[in-house]
């Protein structure tokens, strides 16, 4: 699971996204996170994708770069660049600031969860907080993985 917040427009955004396909950043009402009408934002600007266990970004736009802060190393990524994006990374797409906050990894068969009770999502028993909405999850619903249907 991989965990963003981003702030664009003067709102705080943070969403929750699975591993198993590309999360795309753009303009275009297609896109996964949609950044609307600044002109330092590409329709399809920039992809997230895990390659060898590790969470990259890539730039697909042919004019507009992406800057990435990897603890404290700096690099701007020009079109078809990529780069790995650690755990407390943050890029930069137009205006709009992003921040890895969690690589949370996939739960394993058998492993406790816990339901937030506002946003749905599970979590590992172990978190005390959900890392989207921070609610408590003391209380929260435990089932084991995976879900029986």
């Known amino acids: ?3 963003l917040k ?5 709102e705080l955004h943070k ?3 699975g591993k198993e396909r590309p999360i795309t950043i753009g303009r275009s009402n297609s896109a996964d996170i949609v950044l609307e009408g600044n002109a330092q934002v590409s329709r399809s600007h920039a992809s997230l994708y895990y390659k ?9 736009s ?3 770069p992406v ?3 990897n603890s404290d190393k700096h690099r701007r990524l020009n079109s078809d660049d990529d780069a790995v994006l650690e755990e407390g990374a943050i890029f930069r797409i137009g205006p709009a600031q992003f921040q890895v ?9 058998g492993e406790l969860m816990v339901q ?14 959900c890392p989207i909405d921070g609610w408590s999850l003391a209380n929260a619903r435990t089932v084991r993985w995976p879900l029986e249907q």
């Open 15 to 17: 969403e929750a996204f």
């Open 6 to 10: 981003w702030h664009y427009n003067d």
């Open 62 to 64: 042919k004019k507009n």
């Open 67 to 69: 800057d990435v802060q």
């Open 1 to 3: 699971m991989i965990i």
């Open 116 to 129: 937030c009770p506002k946003c749905g999502r599970y979590w590992p028993a172990s978190k005390l907080d």
């Open 52 to 60: 060898d266990n590790q969470l990259h970004i890539l730039n697909l």
């Open 101 to 109: 906050v969690s690589l949370e990894p996939e739960p394993h068969d």
